[in-house]
């Protein structure tokens, strides 16, 4: 018997008391293939009647309380005992009739028929009531089917493509269903390379080569999966990072990037567009004049590659030397932000990537009591890091109150000391403008 779960209560019961009274006038009709004669006397009426009364109340408390997801090992359980009992007392029936060992009108014999008749009506309910409670699940599930979503500032998008992930960092993702009312699946990863920790992904520190991680989660009744790939990136050696977690006072998280672009680069003393290769590695140096490109470059080609994708806000550092004037130099250091943010913003575009770029401009380096003697450009190229920050969140955040924070928070660091001990500023600001000419070769 099917019942649909959109059926009202009255029209299931009166549905299977029809069905359990033409059952049990088959199974007691003379001419019936199946006939089990009832006792004779006064008892056959009744005991026609009661099945069918039987159904009625057994159908309504398995509907009322027990046609839920919950419920439905207890409905099988209930389902197989009743059938194996039911057809038990039924060959016991027949035997007793065959044997002729006891009179139909003995008690015993009323009481097995009742017993078997009200099993069988009970089988017939917990398999209707089976039913309902798996198309009640089974419509739950198709309007929240299982589904694995990346969380990347706030948002939810399905993983068409494979995620990339530089060393270090997180990837968020939540997994979604109505699965008999657990809303959580199983998520896990393959192979087990980083960590996975409430459905985010912790990259290793360290990645020598590009590897392939799975992120799998699968539901355990309906045994549906959804993945997705993420693949892990190994840094290009001019690179240096450093990961640090922020929040703001509201307790919103997310992990700052500090990438110096080229550890062995610095910007030109007196330049806004152009950066010297090798300044700060005397081991590397070719003799003479120092080999400058621009900055445009590396920041094409780092703000270009998938190393961007985990980021949701690109912070841009301008930084300039103790050389020249305090005024000047701090507004050569806004230019330099801004000179990266521009390009930043071009490498985006050309990739079809949505970022917020901002530009942050430390200022001038401040030397601390004792370092005011008068220094060569190169004593001071390490003053003129040509630095971004990439930040990757899950939701909304304070970027400049979290990244005061970081600043303040990592004093003991020697990076941090560094910037803390001798740039000023702090402030970002929101920037979206582009280049105004093309990248040069020279």
């Not at 700060?280 to 080609?301: D, F, K, M, W, Y």
């Amino acid at each position: 018997m099917i019942i649909n779960s959109s059926w009202s209560l009255l029209g299931q019961v009166v549905c299977s008391v029809l069905a359990t009274a033409l059952a049990v006038v088959a199974a007691t009709w003379s001419k019936s293939p199946v006939y089990l004669p009832l006792p004779s006397g006064p008892y056959s009426r009744w005991l026609r009647g009661v099945p069918v009364l039987a159904t009625a109340a057994i159908l309504v408390i398995l509907n009322t309380w027990f046609t839920d997801c919950n419920y439905l090992w207890f409905l099988t359980t209930l389902l197989i005992s009743a059938i194996i009992l039911c057809g038990a007392l039924v060959v016991v029936h027949h035997h007793l009739l065959v044997s002729r060992e006891i009179p139909q009108a003995s008690t015993l014999l009323v009481i097995i028929c009742l017993g078997w008749s009200i099993l069988g009506t009970l089988s017939v309910s917990s398999a209707a009531s089976i039913v309902i409670a798996k198309q009640r699940m089974d419509e739950a599930y198709k309007k929240t089917p299982l589904t694995l979503w990346h969380i990347v500032g706030g948002h939810r998008y399905k993983p068409k493509d494979a995620i990339y992930l530089p060393a270090g960092l997180p990837a968020h993702f939540q997994g979604e269903m109505d699965e008999c009312h657990n809303n959580v699946p199983e998520m896990s990863i393959a192979p087990e390379i980083g960590r996975l920790t409430n459905g985010t992904y912790f990259g290793p520190k360290v990645i020598k080569e590009e590897q392939q991680i799975t992120i799998t989660v699968r539901s355990k009744k309906y045994h549906d999966t959804q993945t997705a790939t993420i693949i892990l990136l190994p840094d290009s050696p001019d690179i240096r990072r450093s990961q640090y977690p922020g929040e703001d006072n509201k307790k919103r998280k997310a992990i700052f990037d500090f990438i110096i672009i080229s550890k062995n680069d610095s910007w030109v003393y007196d330049k806004d567009d152009f950066v010297e290769r090798d300044r700060l590695n005397s081991t590397e140096r070719i003799p003479g004049p120092l080999h400058r490109i621009p900055v445009c470059q590396p920041i094409l080609a780092l703000a270009g590659s998938h190393a961007f994708d985990p980021y949701v806000d690109v912070i841009s550092i301008g930084t300039a030397s103790r050389e020249g004037k305090q005024t000047e130099e701090e507004g050569r250091a806004g230019r330099r932000s801004k000179k990266i943010a521009e390009w930043v913003n071009l490498a985006l575009r050309n990739v079809g990537r949505s970022k917020h770029v901002y530009t942050m401009n430390l200022g001038q380096y401040l030397p601390r009591s004792g370092e005011g003697k008068i220094l060569t450009p190169d004593d001071t190229a390490q003053e003129r890091p040509v630095v971004l920050i990439g930040v990757v969140r899950d939701g909304e955040i304070d970027l400049e109150e979290a990244l005061s924070n970081v600043f303040e928070q990592n004093k003991g660091n020697s990076f941090f000391n560094f910037l803390a001990s001798h740039y000023p500023g702090r402030k970002i600001k929101l920037y979206d403008e582009l280049p105004k000419a093309a990248c040069s070769s020279q």
